[in-house]
């Protein structure tokens, strides 16, 4: 278990429509990472907030978007839902902040169907 | 943006062989970390390096972070089935300890047990 909770595991969910998935990320951790993994693919990434900033963004649609809050939890909003957004989306957390706090851990990841 | 490439995609191992696989780039990183994921779950950290020229074992699997910063290698010794699984290197050029910036991946290598 790496302590980054993912949820819900599982969405299937109809074109056009919007969903939120969430992250709660390792206790005292103050990054939060999210990346989507298509079939097969790679890892993409698609946005790092740190401490409730956004600090970079990947390869993110506009139809994306995402937030930290004070809690530190992170969600991750998608909208307009396309049949190839249908994928894994995993975040990850890392304590940040200093040399050496760049080890990622990842949640199980939420398994996003779009039909 | 950034990538990094990763080789070899995908190799059969037999019990007890050596496995060797790189990441490479034409951008520097401060930190490389080498994950592997099973199907259907989160990566997991196995090394993490943070020094160029920095050689790191974790049990049977020992990473190197390139003298160049461009390049990392992670080798597996006397191979067993639970080694079967996709191995992603990931690196890191934000600041310190990620704070800001973003941790990309390769590709993958795909380790599969000879037939």
Known sequence: DSGVTQTPKHLITATGQRVTLRCSPRSGDLSVYWYQQSLDQGLQFLIHYYNGEERAKGNILERFSAQQFPDLHSELNLSSLELGDSALYFCASSVGGTLGNTEAFFGQGTRLTVV | ?115
């Open chain 2, 1 to 115: 943006g950034q990538q990094l490439n990763q080789s070899p995609q995908s190799m059969f191992i037999q019990e007890g062989e050596d496995v060797s696989m790189n990441c490479t780039s034409s951008s520097i990183f401060n930190t490389w970390l080498w994950y592997k994921q099973d199907p259907g779950e989160g990566p997991v950290l196995l090394i993490a390096l943070y020094k160029a020229g920095e050689l790191t074992s974790n049990g049977r699997l020992t990473a190197q972070f390139g003298i160049t910063r461009k390049d990392s290698f992670l080798n597996i010794s006397a191979s067993i089935p639970s080694d079967v699984g996709i191995y992603f290197c990931a690196g890191h050029q934000g600041n310190y300890g990620g704070s800001q910036g973003n941790l990309i991946f390769g590709k993958g290598t795909k380790l599969s047990v000879k037939p």
